[in-house]
């Protein structure tokens, strides 16, 4: 497993692509939209 990161951005696709890349490069990663969201999941 490797590193979690929380990535905040509210562009969907801009998002769903630096998931991908950082998935790539075996990050576990909890996306959201807003920073709201994020300290939610925080």
Do not use: K, P, S
């Amino acid at each position: 497993m490797g590193h979690r990161l929380l990535l905040i951005e509210d562009e969907d696709a801009l998002r769903e692509q630096l998931v991908e890349l950082l998935q790539r490069h075996d990050f576990v990663i909890d996306a959201c939209a807003d920073g709201m969201e994020g300290l939610y999941i925080a």
